[in-house]
């Protein structure tokens, strides 16, 4: 396995001494190509064993961004939660699927299950689901439920911000956002990618769900809705938040950093 190593940040401030943020090229054996990833990581005591959560940038984002723009308090949460923060690159629009079209892009098999294994070898991690949880916003959204159904087995938590979840939404922005590109034609699209299928699964994953969306979102807000209805009326267990926010940073960034609060709500339970 090829991997470059390359710490780009060992001392961010006089109280976070000890924390690192490492940017690292992680081989994607299914891929065959290095994925940029940043690991936010608290200070790391001997003998102690750290939760992980791996967090997924939406369309046209980076990981770069996401801890300097989008959740500009990650950093901070990671120290106080002692949890490992997992940020890696989406590739732009590769809206974390194994793609039936272009075999180049399988970010599902690499971020639920190679990058899981990686991680889990190379950090002192909790190994075990129950302490591991995934979560994204609009695209990364989307990505993370798509990765959390297709990997039960090592996510128990799953969290959407403003998230892209329901394709039939798209119309004409299922060309122009590239989700034809990642997944092929919309009239070919996989039964598992539609809702109800989807609200199916999750009644039986063992997962615990949370979802929220600005009520001025006018490109999400109507799909989520509807999500939520779905899983109530087949009553499956999660939690849906709407508060007042459009679908920019500074809705995602407050409600992301809230999910944060939730998932280690979860944790310790």
């Known amino acids: 396995m090829k991997t470059t190593f390359i710490i780009i940040l060992t001392f961010i401030s006089l109280s976070f001494s000890a924390q690192k943020i490492v940017s690292q090229k992680i081989y994607s054996p299914k891929m065959k190509k290095d994925i940029e990833t940043i690991i936010i990581t608290p200070e790391i005591k001997k003998g102690k064993h750290y939760k992980t959560v791996y967090i997924l940038h939406g369309y046209s984002g980076n990981p770069t961004r996401t801890y300097k723009q989008d959740i500009p308090d990650l950093i901070k949460k990671s120290e106080q939660f002692q949890t490992i923060y997992i940020l890696p690159d989406g590739n732009f629009n590769s809206w974390y699927v194994d793609s039936p079209v272009n075999e180049k892009h399988q970010y599902s098999t690499f971020i639920g299950k190679e990058l899981v294994d990686y991680i889990d070898s190379h950090f002192p991690t909790i190994k075990d689901r129950k302490s591991r949880g995934i979560l994204g916003w609009s695209m990364g959204g989307f990505g993370a439920l798509n990765i959390g159904l297709n990997f039960i087995q090592n996510f128990s938590i799953v969290g959407s911000t403003c998230g892209a979840l329901d394709f039939t939404y798209f119309g004409e922005n299922y060309k122009s956002y590239q989700v034809e590109d990642a997944l092929g034609k919309f009239e070919n699209l996989s039964p598992e990618y539609f809702v109800n299928n ?54 995602w960034s407050k409600a992301l950093s809230h999910q944060l609060v939730l998932f280690e709500n979860y944790f310790q339970k």
């Open 198 to 251: 989807r609200a199916d699964k999750m009644k039986s994953a063992g997962q615990y769900y949370i979802f929220d969306c600005g009520t001025q979102d006018n490109q999400m807000i109507e799909m989520n809705q509807n999500f939520h209805k779905i899983l109530t009326d087949k009553k499956v267990e999660h939690y849906y938040i709407e508060s007042s926010g459009e679908h920019d940073t500074e809705y």
